[in-house]
């Protein structure tokens, strides 16, 4: 139905910076948010950043400052930002997008994950 592809992930050098890309496609209608949660080993998911349709953004405290998320709603796709990265910013993170797809049906998408290792 839909497909959220994330890209750049990868290694980090503590206090360093980052952008993740996610693109979305498929049967999709109109996105009414899109945002990033992580889930490190042992913890639950949790979110880092969302962004609706109208441009409204939150961000969880732990990124509050260093985190910038945002869109290309010609593209369908949401970045985010990262700076001063710390070894607790280590994680799957995982791209989200509530859609609503073709024919009118709410759908919660999740993409596959991308690995941010933060280490010297």
């Known amino acids: 139905q839909v497909q959220l592809v994330e890209s750049g992930g990868g290694l980090v050098q503590p206090g360093g910076s980052l952008r993740l890309s996610c693109a979305a496609s498929?049967?999709?209608?109109?996105?009414?948010?899109m945002g990033w949660y992580r889930q490190a080993p042992g913890k639950q998911r949790e979110l880092v950043a969302i962004?609706?349709?109208?441009?409204?953004?939150h961000y969880a405290d732990s990124v509050k400052g260093r985190g910038t998320i945002s869109k290309d709603n010609a593209r369908d796709t949401v970045y985010l930002q990262m700076e001063s990265l710390n070894p607790e910013d280590a994680a799957v993170y995982y791209c989200?997008?509530?859609?609503?797809?073709?024919?009118?049906?709410?759908?919660?998408?999740w993409g596959q994950g991308t690995q941010v290792t933060v280490s010297s």
């Open positions: 989200n997008a509530a859609v609503v797809l073709l024919y009118g049906t709410a759908f919660n998408a």
């Open positions: 498929g049967r999709i209608r109109s996105i009414n948010a």
């Open positions: 962004i609706t349709s109208g441009g409204s953004t």
